[in-house]
């Protein structure tokens, strides 16, 4: 099979990776050498084209279009590598889909989606592997694909576990974005502010058409990502900020990072908005996804608080930041970001956060543990240690003017219901998503408490 994409992606004009072939990957064992192999999982090599290509939603369909794998909504027939092989070439080299970008379509083929791997983001890929991301990464993908096919038609019967997985397909993903709306038209409706992180095209298109919208301004960035489809979103009440969004500032953010310095951030996952409440209170309102280590997190914190105060026109608004900080109760020296030291950085700001100047390092807001069916294999454990090894970590915060705001209650909440239940793994098949949502009432500070 090799050969045959080689030939593939020699003909679309890319860098030959037989040396990677030849020299490595074929002599690795597909568990040891492959599947728990943690660079591989880091350098993105497997995650990448899966994050591009495992399900894309086009222009004049309901349902998205999915790579032929284990671990999508892919409904096709994977009882053997033949057929799984024929099905995913021709995904990936000859099915054009029609793809809409800011207002925009293009159609192209799959591959033309892919994005290089940039050492500057994910440090462990070498230079030379940089050079050859876009074969190198698609022939990884591949090998993935393959072995998961292989290893569910050994270890189970394919009327089995494709009968399991269309019953998990219908839960956990066809039913991830009405789940999501439904919450936060039931529960949440009432907010002023909702921040939103890794959101797709389609979940901002359902919104709009939803009751949401009748309550809620639904903001988007102005540089949508419909490809990497993972977006930072703000929901403004309409009762709250009558008048909308008044301007997004994301460029301006982005323009104001430390020169010299590369910070791991993707198109989407920034998005800054200026707006006026009913009582012509000016906000800076911002969401936030950081990267998987936390290491973009403090500097876009004090990009924002750079323009907040370099900006005249920006000098008397009131910030409201929502975000996932991507933060560590026990970080890697240097390699991810610790969430006591991230507290002394937001602190030194004159902000404080839902969960006070000093958070607490075992107040968790995620809990999941990812199997060997996923990409980022360097995520991986087994059931036994999901707790362990596990991500399970204290890593949403809401962020505001410790002199404008004090907190009246904030609350957590991993099942929809506005609770949250400790040592619980989420998502499950009533909450969607992997991280709980974090709520929180804060008050204005009166003249005279200032004093």
Not at 180 to 187: C, N, R
Not at 190 to 199: A, C, G, H, P, R
Not at 203 to 209: E, Y
Not at 217 to 234: E, H
Request: charged residues 25%; proline residues 5%.
């Amino acid at each position: 099979m090799f050969g045959q994409l080689e030939k593939r992606m020699n003909a679309v004009g890319w860098d030959s990776v037989r040396s990677y072939w030849d020299g490595d990957f074929k002599n690795r064992k597909i568990v040891s050498g492959f599947m728990k192999d943690p660079l591989l999982g880091s350098k993105r090599l497997a995650s990448m084209p899966d994050r591009i290509t495992n399900t894309i939603n086009v222009v004049g369909s309901v349902e998205p279009v999915c790579r032929p794998t284990v671990i999508n909504m892919y409904d096709g027939d994977l009882s053997t590598l033949q057929l799984w092989w024929s099905a995913w070439e021709k995904f990936m080299f000859d099915t054009p889909l029609a793809i809409q970008n800011n207002g925009q379509t293009k159609t192209d083929p799959v591959y033309k989606l892919l994005q290089p791997i940039k050492k500057a983001k994910y440090p462990d890929i070498t230079t030379e592997e940089e050079k050859v991301s876009l074969p190198l990464q698609t022939m990884c993908g591949a090998i993935f694909d393959a072995i998961l096919v292989h290893m569910m038609n050994t270890v189970s019967h394919p009327d089995v576990w494709q009968s399991l997985k269309k019953t998990m397909v219908e839960n956990l993903n066809k039913q991830k974005v009405p789940h999501t709306l439904d919450i936060l038209e039931k529960v949440y409706v009432t907010s002023d502010i909702i921040t939103l992180q890794e959101v797709s095209a389609s979940m901002i298109n359902k919104a709009k058409s939803r009751a949401l919208a009748d309550k809620f301004w639904i903001v988007a960035p102005g540089d949508l990502d419909a490809v990497r489809d993972q977006n930072s979103v703000i929901l403004l009440s309409k009762t709250t900020f009558p008048s909308g969004p008044g301007g997004e500032i994301t460029n301006v953010v982005e323009g104001s990072f430390e020169q010299g310095v590369n910070v791991p951030i993707a198109k989407g996952d920034i998005l800054a908005i200026t707006a006026t409440d009913r009582d012509d209170t000016p906000f800076v309102i911002a969401s936030f996804h950081g990267d998987t280590d936390g290491l973009a997190t403090k500097p876009v914190l004090s990009a924002i608080m750079k323009v907040m105060t370099t900006n005249s026109a920006l000098a008397k608004h009131k910030l409201i930041f929502g975000l996932d900080a991507n933060t560590y109760e026990k970080a890697q020296a240097g390699k991810q970001q610790d969430v006591v030291d991230w507290g002394n950085h937001y602190v030194s700001f004159g902000l404080t956060s839902c969960w006070g100047d000093v958070p607490n390092p075992k107040n968790y807001t995620t809990f999941n543990s990812r199997t060997y069916l996923q990409p980022q294999l360097n995520k991986a454990c087994k059931k036994a240690d999901k707790r362990a090894n596990g991500d399970v970590n204290p890593k949403d915060f809401i962020l505001f003017q410790k002199e404008d705001f004090k907190v009246s209650r904030t609350w957590k909440d991993n099942t929809g219901e506005q609770r949250y239940i400790e040592d619980m793994a989420f998502p499950t098949f009533k909450f969607p998503s992997d991280h709980g949502i974090l709520a929180t009432i804060i008050e204005p500070i009166s003249s005279k408490e200032k004093i």
